[in-house]
T-cell receptor, first 113, second 116 residues
Framework: KNQVEQSPQSLIILEGKNCTLQ??????????LRWYKQDTGRGPVSLTI?????NTKSNGRYTATLDADTKQSSLHITASQLSDSASYIC????????????FGTGTSLTVIP | EAQVTQNPRYLITVTGKKLTVTCSQN?????MSWYRQDPGLGLRQIYY???????DKGDVPEGYKVSRKEKRNFPLILESPSPNQTSLYFC???????????????FGAGSRLTVL
């Protein structure tokens, strides 16, 4: 069964600190993995995408990694800011199927001053 | 501006009173989908559509209907709402497979529904 699991479920960090969020998936065949940021009460917005051949991709203070062999991805946030407080959702796309996207339940990040 | 528009954004209704949540996208996307989001459960797919007149059930379709008569619109219909359908609903769209940007979902702002 295709699944996406994220950890931790929630995380509280001090402003300026770094953190890493985890995503494990069993989706096969794998096409790509994308991280979304969702502010409270709003729709998710794409942060970065990882394809099968990519190991690392950065978007400002966000760096995503992918290990396609172990089916794990991480999202590293550097020098956190209060505006980073949000839910981060891992979404995996299955290759060559009609219903394309599998969602993790998200990690809720709170950055405190 | 490229966007997915949902209406209404907020709605309070009573059990059994039919309602429709509209969703419209202006990006000529082939794929559209509805999700509900509940605390601790994440986003769960209700229905999706690969193209006009093509719809299929997601993970939690019970109590919902959809239609895709035009490419840009994908309304979500609750024929007889019940309190367990109280939730935050999101519509999303994506280009068709093989198209540029096919791997990204663009979400609407959400519709918060309360059924009393």
């Amino acid at each position: 069964k295709n699944q996406v699991e994220q950890s931790p479920q929630s995380l509280i960090i001090l402003e300026g600190k770094n953190c890493t969020l985890q995503c494990n998936y069993t989706v096969s065949p794998f096409s790509n993995l994308r991280w979304y940021k969702q502010d409270t009460g709003r729709g998710p917005v794409s942060l970065t995408i990882m394809t099968f051949s990519e190991n690392t991709k950065s978007n400002g203070r966000y760096t995503a990694t992918l290990d396609a062999d172990t089916k794990q991805s991480s999202l590293h946030i550097t020098a956190s800011q209060l505006s980073d407080s949000a839910s981060y959702i891992c979404v995996v796309r299955e290759r060559n199927t009609g219903n394309q996207f599998y969602f993790g339940t998200g990690t809720s990040l709170t950055v405190i001053p | 501006e490229a966007q997915v528009t949902q209406n209404p954004r907020y709605l309070i209704t009573v059990t059994g009173k039919k309602l429709t949540v509209t969703c419209s996208q202006n990006m000529n996307h082939e794929y559209m989908s509805w999700y509900r989001q509940d605390p601790g459960l994440g986003l769960r797919q209700i229905y999706y559509s690969m193209n006009v007149e093509v719809t299929d059930k997601g993970d939690v379709p019970e109590g919902y209907k959809v239609s895709r008569k035009e490419k840009r619109n994908f309304p979500l219909i609750l024929e007889s709402p019940s309190p367990n359908q109280t939730s935050l609903y999101f519509c999303a769209s994506s280009p068709g497979q093989g198209a540029l940007g096919a791997n990204v979902l663009t979400f609407g702002a959400g519709s918060r529904l309360t059924v009393l």
